[in-house]
Every structure is written in C-alpha cells, then in structure tokens.
C-alpha cells in the first residue's frame, strides 16, 4: 500500500510503501523501517527508499493478577490497554501522555509518562517477544536473550518487529486525584520543588515571555490519590490534528492565549479540587487542540541535565535563550532519577523539554543548545527531535555507539531494520 505519511513537527512528508507484518521473508526488503501508529512527533522512523512494515491488527490482553503483570499485543495502544486495566482496577503510570500510541513504539522509542521519576516505560517491561526475518519469533527478557532485550528496549526498532511484551500493573487506589496549583517564574525554583514532591502527579507548563525581566511564568499542578473511589469511563481518544493556523507565530497572540488557558486553569482547580486519572494519566490527549495553533514546522527538543550540573546549566541556557530569542511555544520541567542504558533517556537530573516554532533563529538556537548539552553532559531525546542527526547522536553516546551498531549488526543480517538516525551506519 502506497501512503502519503508525515512526522507531526511537519519536518517530513513523504509517499512510502507500507506493508502490513504477517511474519513472511518475502515481505521484508533489505532495508525496512517501522513505522507503528504514526504519531510520533519527529520524523525518526520515516526513512526513505525503504520497505515500511506495519504489524497487523491483534490485540489481546491477559492479566496475571497474583504477579500483577500484563501480557499484551505490541500493536495495542495505550487507550485500549488503559481502558482494560481501568475496569479490573489496575493501571500504568508510566504510559505516554498521549494514549493513541503503541506498546511496540513504547518500548522501542523509550517512552515515558507523567512521573518519570518513578520510572520510564521499559523500566517495567518483563518480557518482549520479537519477530526478525533474520532468526524468525524470539522471546526476550532479563533470563533469556538478555542481550537482545536490552538493545530492543529504547532501541527504535532496530532489532525488529515488538509483537508482544509483558507489563508490570499497579493496583489503582482510586480514579480521583487531589489537586494542587503553583505558580513559578524562575525554573530552578520549581525544580527544586518537584524534587521534594513524593506525588504521583507533576505536570507544569511554562511559557517565555522577551517583554519583562523574568521570561519565564509557570504553573505547576500536583496530585495525589483522593478517597478510595472509582468512576469507570473510557477515555474518549482525540486524533492530533493535521491542520496548521500558525496563530503561535505571533508572540503577542501566543502569551495572550496561554495567559488565558492559565486563567482558566486555576479556575478549573478552584472550582474542583479533584481529577480522574484518565485526564491525570494522559493529558496530552486533553490537548491535541494545541497543535491546531502551531505553525508547520516546529521542534520538539529533550534533554536530562545531570543532577549535579542543573544549576550552572539554567544559567547558561536562559542566556543563550535571552541572546537568540528563539519562538519557544511550550516548555516543562521533569525529574527523573533512573539509570540509563544504551540509547535509552533516563539518568538522574532534571529533564527540559521544549517545542519551538520554526523561524529564522531556529537552527542556530539548537546548534547552541546541542553545545551547551554536550558541555554539561547531558542525555538527548533522539526521537523527539528531527533536527538531531546521526553525527550528534553518536557523538552524545561516543561509549557505547559502535559497540551497540555492531552487535544489531550481527542481528541484522540479509535483512536490515534502520531509520534515520542510524541510517548510514547500517
């Protein structure tokens, strides 16, 4: 099937031949890509002049209560999952905010959720089942193949197809969170602050502002569980829109407006103290309208700044901000605290992550902020970020990077998985 595909951040747009998996050499090419649901917000997985493979609709799920796991379809996305889980009552903090994604694309890009200090995705991942034309069906995990599932997880599908994994559950206490709202204008402060919070729940949004001598005003919002209570609904999945206004590009109209979903914000906790975690868990889904304002291109950009160096890093990085003036639409703060393997984003500090609006400083803010990082040995989000290259991706992970392309490439054989960060080491 011939299809036009498109990364979201509007950096690739292409006609592609996707073929849907049903476990035949024949429909493997030399060099395949894998593209999942396609709602991945760069343009990682969309290599061209390859076979793109898309696993085919099978989605079963099966709960072991007694060692609160979860086996699931790879092709399963988080809502369906989410739904089930809900119903039995168990849940997944670490699940994506934005549920229309796959287990497979979790596991394969290193997701994480609204509490990555508590762990990202594959922190919790038992068991991976994976299909390679080069060896057939394989089953992975920490007693068996324990190489394999190590470069798999946070391994962006190099290793091949994910057709099954099995997740750790948590018993959900209740579907009501507590709420509680702060306002910040300085990010240290405010991270500093998370770092003292034992929530389940943290989620902040800072706006930059040129126009006055603090740029940057924040709010963030806390949770806890709420009383033993539970309100079973199903989320109502919301598609991201295609559609561009490009009313971000015009910085009165951006402030204006965040300044207004900020009013409203604190309106909402005042007038209800309390959340279901279906809007807690996933509150991306809650705002795919957000997208409708941006213009056609912007970046995504992640970072972990090492714990010890955050507050030498924020000085440096409102300068260079302060000096390029860069269209920043949305920033938020999260902390982590886990170790990092491989290619995956984790390690202990504070994480930025920021969408800017393309414009004409926008290649030149990035060019100082991939400097900056690498002076304070930071760890890059590869896959959120269309303007990261496989030069900078090596030349972040310099350890470990050919050591871990060369044992895919004892895998990977007479048919290669790539994409378009390793493509030309494949």
Known sequence: M??????????????????????????????????????SISNLPYLSNTKAIKQKDSRNFLIDKKNLLLTVDGNSNLADIHNFLLKHKYYCHYFSSYPLVTVGGCIA?????????????NDFVKEIEIYNPNFGLKKLSNKQNKEIFELTKSGF?????????????????????????FEFNDLLNCYKFMKQSKQIYNQNSFTVNYS????????????????????????????????????????????LIFNLIFLLERLKIFLKKERHINDILFTSNKRTAYFLLMPDKFIEYQNI????????????????????????????????????????????????????????????????????????????????????????????????????????????????FTNNIFKRNI
Request: net charge positive.
């Open 2 to 39: 011939i299809k036009t595909v498109k990364s979201i951040d509007g950096f690739f747009k292409e006609k592609l031949n996707i073929v849907k998996l049903n476990y035949k050499k024949q429909q493997f090419d030399r060099y395949n890509t894998i593209v999942g649901e396609g709602n």
């Open 109 to 121: 890009n290193g997701t994480h959720g609204i509490a990555p200090k508590l762990g990202i995705f």
């Open 157 to 181: 599908g190099m290793t091949g197809i994910i057709v099954r994994a099995k997740l750790k559950i948590f018993k959900l206490p209740s579907t009501n969170i507590k709420i509680e709202n």
């Open 212 to 255: 006055k001598k603090k740029i940057f005003f924040g709010r963030l919002i806390m949770g806890s569980f709420g009383k033993k209570e539970f309100v079973i609904k199903k989320i109502k999945n919301k598609k991201i829109p295609s559609l561009r206004f490009g009313i971000f590009k015009y910085f009165f109209l951006k402030n």
């Open 305 to 416: 700044i090492p714990e010890k160096k955050v507050k030498n890093y924020l000085v440096d990085f409102e300068n260079i901000i302060l000096k390029y003036r860069p269209n920043i639409s949305l920033l938020h703060l999260k902390q982590f605290l886990n170790d990092s393997k491989n290619f995956e984003f984790n390690g202990k500090g504070l994480a930025i992550a920021i969408h800017i609006i393309k414009d004409k400083n926008l290649e030149i803010f990035v060019k100082k902020l991939i400097e900056l990082d690498f002076k304070y040995k930071c760890k890059l989000n590869l896959y959120k970020n269309s303007l990261i290259s496989s030069n900078i991706a090596e030349k972040f992970n310099k350890n470990n990077y050919q050591k871990i392309l060369n044992k895919i490439k004892k895998i990977n054989k007479n048919y290669k």
